[in-house]
């Protein structure tokens, strides 16, 4: 079954409102009216921080039709109009709109209104008139910050298309290490995983893709006179930090962040 869908990557959104601005223009929304409406959250104060700038955090996020796999503005429309098409998307058949806006009531997003002029129901279509054709929501062509895409979820995000080229939330961190004169480990550690780069003593170079986050490049021996000397480059989304001092597997450790 086909489920089309568009998402957002909120690390890129700026809150430009392009989106906003293109759907309007092409689908002919209503003056005071918004198929995509862009909400600042924040700015927050950062957990552990001071409670002040710049220890705060602060995003966008576009609100609009989720076309939802099981729609309740679909179960509660008297006469059929609401209804989930065959590519997965919530329509209306305006045909059949009364213009009751129970749908708009049930609607947990708060995304459809009543359009006084011609006393209908409307929302966001996914710019059914565009895909239909093959082509992109006109709010993903538009998308200043490259933070949207479409696509089918039931084919994997991989297959989702936008104004840049899509990233499954993972980045490359490049290691070039060099150990001597002991038995050492060194490894990546995250909050959740630690993943052994190499073992014993060992040159290389070797490029890992890891999950979106913050790591630390830890060196671990058994012999402390030992020398280890590495360096990294991280890719945009993932913070690196490493140490080049030997320490024991108990022995605790300051790392000093790097530039990436």
Not at 253 to 259: F, R, T
Request: hydrophobic share 35%.
């Amino acid at each position: 079954m086909t489920q089309y869908a568009i998402i957002t990557d909120l690390n890129r959104c700026v809150g430009c409102l392009a989106c906003t601005v293109a759907c309007k223009a092409v689908n002919n929304v209503p003056v005071g009216a918004f198929w995509i409406k862009t909400l600042r959250v924040g700015p927050n104060p950062i957990e552990g921080g001071s409670g002040d700038w710049p220890d705060v955090e602060m995003y966008f996020l576009p609100i609009q039709c989720q076309h939802c796999a099981d729609p309740e503005c679909v179960k509660v429309c008297p006469t059929g109009a609401s209804h989930k098409a065959a590519d997965g998307t919530v329509q209306i058949d305006k045909s059949k709109c009364i213009g009751c806006q129970f749908c708009a009531m049930s609607c947990p997003y708060g995304v459809r209104y009543l359009n006084e002029e011609e006393r209908v129901v409307e929302k966001c279509t996914l710019c059914e008139q565009k895909i239909a054709q093959g082509e992109l929501p006109q709010c993903v062509t538009q998308c200043g910050g490259r933070a949207r895409y479409f696509g089918d979820l039931e084919q994997g995000i991989a297959g989702f298309e936008g104004p840049a080229p899509i990233d499954i939330a993972s980045r490359n961190v490049d290691y070039d290490a060099t150990v001597s004169d002991g038995d050492f480990k060194i490894v990546f550690v995250d909050e959740k995983n630690v993943d052994t780069v190499c073992e014993g003593t060992a040159r290389g170079s070797r490029v890992f893709t890891l999950d979106r986050g913050g790591y630390a490049l830890k060196a671990v021996g058994a012999h402390a006179s030992a020398e280890i000397a590495f360096e990294l480059q991280a890719s945009e989304g993932v913070t690196a930090v490493a140490t080049g001092d030997a320490f024991d597997d108990d022995q605790a450790v300051d790392l000093e962040p790097i530039e990436s």
